[in-house]
C-alpha cells in the first residue's frame, strides 16, 4: 500500500486548501483514512478521519466547521478541504490508513509522505 498526499501549498490567512491523498491497492474502500499533521517543534496531532464509506465522520475541536474531509472510493483518494486558514494550522499534513475507527495515531498502519501547508498572516 503506498499513499501519496499532494495539494500542500502557500496561502495567506482566511484562504483555502484541498489535499488530495491517492493510495494504491484494491483494498482502499475497506478501511478508515484519517488525516494528521505535525507543525515544527510539536507532536503529530489528528486532523480528521473518515469512515469507510463516508458515513462517519470526526474532526479535532481546533478545526472543526472549517475543515471536511471526504473520499472517493472509485478514485481511491480520500480528501481534505481546508477553509478559513490561520496561521495555526501550518504543519505537514499526512495522509494515513486506520485499522479501526480511532484517532490514535499508532492504530494507523500506512503513511504518505506528508505535504506541505504554510499559512501566512
Known amino acids: 500500500v503506498q499513499l501519496q498526499a499532494s495539494g500542500g501549498g502557500l496561502v495567506q490567512a482566511g484562504g483555502s486548501l484541498r489535499l488530495s491523498c491517492a493510495a494504491s491497492?484494491?483494498?482502499?474502500?475497506?478501511?478508515?483514512m484519517g488525516w494528521f499533521r505535525q507543525a515544527p517543534g510539536k507532536e503529530r496531532e489528528f486532523v480528521a478521519a473518515?469512515?469507510?464509506?463516508?458515513?462517519?465522520?470526526s474532526y479535532a475541536g481546533s478545526v472543526e466547521g472549517r475543515f471536511t474531509i471526504s473520499r472517493d472510493n472509485a478514485k481511491n483518494t480520500v480528501y481534505l478541504q481546508m477553509n478559513s486558514l490561520e496561521p495555526e494550522d501550518t504543519a505537514v499534513y499526512y495522509c494515513?490508513?486506520?485499522?479501526?475507527?480511532?484517532?490514535?495515531?499508532?492504530?494507523?498502519?500506512?503513511w504518505g509522505q506528508g505535504t506541505l501547508v504554510t499559512v501566512s498572516s
Open positions: 494515513a490508513r486506520g485499522v479501526i475507527w480511532t484517532t490514535t495515531p499508532e492504530r494507523y498502519d500506512y
Open positions: 491497492g484494491r483494498t482502499f474502500s475497506s478501511y478508515v
Open positions: 473518515i469512515s469507510w464509506n463516508g458515513g462517519r465522520t
